[in-house]
């Protein structure tokens, strides 16, 4: 038992180097955000309350993105492992294909349904605050943030196929170049330093924005200057042509990612529209909640990566059995790692709340509900990397069925059930949704066990 659950020197050796810039990146990212939340914050509840609407409309489609482009990232992978770098020319080509046909799609929607989706978050109690402000507020930064849609997606396409080359550093470097200049510009915008106007929610958006225009400039830039390193990014430019065969194998296993992402966004969407029915302090508290809870997340979020990495390549060069290896062992090490910051995120939930601008009773649920949320990281950590482990080998209509079908047939049924039928405050809706997932933690833990997922895909590509 001992052997099977924990790794060499030289195999967490590998780890730390994959994941380390990955974790930097994210933390500092996920800090910056708290920042960024701490600053709008200070503005009010109805300010925190409008950008957290906001983002959560957008989410939408920035899970969709995602969700289609770790589609193709299963071949991107693959490829790498097999050493064919024309595939992986390709997979990238495609990644670009999609990744601007839905920000183009996003941008249109947004624009035309944007208020209307902000106003859906707007209708339980308004606990003194003003929820006609909250809409303005909200609706302005949504539009703003759509300028952002083009570069971010972009971004996404480059760095997740240096990733799956091995290369983290670079996504790293723009992404904490990025962070910097949106911790800036949010000092300068939200609250008018160095001459600037005092532009608040709007100034938050403003410099989201801008950050994201320097971190596409940067990994682009890196990328086309090191072909070297990077082969595939060779002439990539000279022809946009996918090859069809290509096409018609990525897309059964692409669609139901795409469409498992934009169901499970859809779904905690949902459920937060549901939560929202408990008041606009619900509202804060949850967005303070959600906040806390990306940064204590980082090391879920890169092993979900290191395992699409890792095991990806090893599927694609055919060592099916190393491949299981590998994977047992990230997961025994993700679940350690997550009692540990389970833990101390109960340690500092008097804290955090301390460090907004908001009432008594929201730090008070605050506190609350990120004590749920400590507890129940083990859970979600563990069910986090199964659902990387079975999309790596190509089970992507099982990955919808465990993530995307189990959201909406149990977890958003819950909410709804508890939100609509019953008298139970926020807390105790929060502490239900939050461990109904013991459930899926069985059913990852019996898929796994199964070995079915493990297969190469790019084999006979």
């Known amino acids: 038992m001992f052997k099977r659950m924990i790794g060499t020197r030289a195999f967490y050796r590998s780890v730390l180097t994959l994941l380390i810039p990955i974790i930097v990146q994210q933390f500092i990212s996920s800090f910056v955000s708290l920042l960024d939340n701490v600053m709008v914050g200070s503005l009010g509840t109805e300010a925190i309350s409008a950008a957290s609407i906001a983002n959560t409309v957008l989410s939408v489609l920035m ?26 020319r390709n997979s990238f080509r495609l990644k670009l294909h999609f990744s601007l046909l839905c920000a183009a799609a996003g941008i249109l929607i947004y624009y035309l349904m944007g208020e209307a989706f902000i106003r859906s978050f707007l209708q339980g109690e308004s606990n003194g605050g003003d929820m006609a402000l909250t809409l303005r507020e909200g609706n302005a930064y949504l539009r703003i943030m759509l300028w952002g849609q083009v570069p971010f997606v972009l971004v996404q396409a480059y760095a997740s196929t240096l990733r799956e080359s091995g290369e ?70 000279r022809s946009l042509r996918v090859p069809m065969a290509l096409i018609r194998r990525v897309l059964p296993t692409a669609i139901p990612l795409l469409v498992n992402e934009i169901l499970w966004s859809l779904g905690m969407t949902f459920i937060n529209q549901l939560y929202s029915s408990r008041g606009l302090n619900a509202v804060a508290a949850l967005n303070i909640t959600g906040t806390a809870w990306n940064l204590f997340c980082v090391i879920m979020f890169a092993m979900g990566s290191a395992v699409s990495i890792m095991v990806g390549q090893r599927l694609g060069a055919g060592e099916l059995e190393e491949a299981r290896d ?42 609350r509900m990120l004590v749920i949320a400590g507890l129940s990281l083990p ?22 069925l465990f993530d995307a079908v189990y959201t909406w047939a149990v977890t958003v049924l819950l909410a709804f059930l508890l939100t609509r039928f019953t008298d139970l405050n926020i807390v105790q809706i929060y502490f239900c949704v939050q461990f109904i997932d013991v459930l899926k933690l069985v059913i990852g833990l019996l898929m796994l066990r199964s070995n079915f997922w493990a297969q190469n895909v790019v084999s006979d590509i």
């Open 168 to 237: 983290t550093v670079a996504p790293m470097v723009a992404g904490i170049c990025a962070i910097a200049t949106n911790l800036f510009l949010n000092w300068v915008l939200i609250f008018g330093h160095l001459g600037a106007p005092a532009m608040g929610v709007q100034g938050a958006a403003i410099a989201t924005v801008i950050s994201r225009y320097v971190e596409m400039i940067i990994v682009i830039l890196h990328a086309h200057r090191h072909t070297a390193r990077y082969p595939f990014v060779a002439g990539v430019y």
């Open 63 to 88: 899970l969709a993105i995602f969700g289609g482009l770790s589609g193709i990232s299963i071949y991107g992978a693959q490829f790498f492992g097999k050493g064919d770098m024309a595939g992986m």
């Open 326 to 367: 590998v994977d047992r062992k990230l997961i025994f090490l993700t679940e350690v790692l997550h009692i540990l910051i389970g833990g101390l995120m109960i340690v500092a939930s008097p804290y955090i709340p301390l460090l907004y601008n908001v009432g008594p009773e929201v730090r008070d649920l605050t506190r």
């Open 379 to 400: 859970i979600h950590s563990f069910a986090h990397v199964c659902y990387f482990t079975i999309r790596s080998g190509g089970k992507t209509v099982i990955t919808f």
